[in-house]
């Protein structure tokens, strides 16, 4: 199914953009305050007042890990890579900062509201993928939690029924879910030691 793009009121946003003085920052602010946006150019690194800006454009061609305040790829802003040349490595290193779309250099008269339309619904497909994979995880360590907490449970001699009866009953007991009473029986060792249910 084709998902619709949701387009973002831009106005008001601010824009940080990390790139040696130069006519690229010039054509780029231009482009940014036609849209509506602020922008504030940053050299050599992203000061502490990038943190809050909607969006972060960089230099590609010069720019290297350090000069960011966060880690290759946790950008907590859409991010659009400024890009004059292609050489392999440079497109790679823009990659692996996770940048959500690009701009070649030199920047010109337009470009500028495709590539942060683009960088915006980048970024939020890659943030909510990365919560469905936390998602998928937790439930995947809850659901091991609970396997462990039977297998425990049967080892006292129960059979699985028997053994994951008991930790229902557990949970119904303790007024919680079947993944907190997993939790806490093998936290506590209240498999052993505690009131036996299903015996």
Known sequence: MRRRLTVPDLGGARAAILHRPHATV???TRQLAAIGLTAEAHWPDLGPSALG????????????DAQFPW??????????ALIGSEAPGR????????????????????????????????FEARRALAAE???????????????????????????EDSAYACLRQRAMDWRVTIEEAA????????GKHGRRHGS
């Open 183 to 190: 939790a806490r029986l093998l936290a506590g060792g209240e």
């Open 91 to 122: 497109v790679e290193w823009a990659l692996g900062m996770g940048a959500d779309a690009q701009l070649l250099k030199p920047v010109g008269d337009n470009g500028v509201y495709s590539a942060l339309l683009i960088a915006r619904a980048s």
């Open 133 to 159: 994979i936390a998602g998928l995880r937790s439930r995947l360590a809850e659901r091991q939690t609970v396997i462990r907490a039977v297998t425990m449970l049967a080892a006292e001699g129960r059979d």
């Open 71 to 80: 880690a290759p790829g946790a950008a907590p802003m859409p991010t659009v």
């Open 53 to 64: 800006a909607d969006y972060a454009f960089f230099d590609a061609d010069m720019g290297h």
């Open 26 to 28: 010039q054509a780029l």
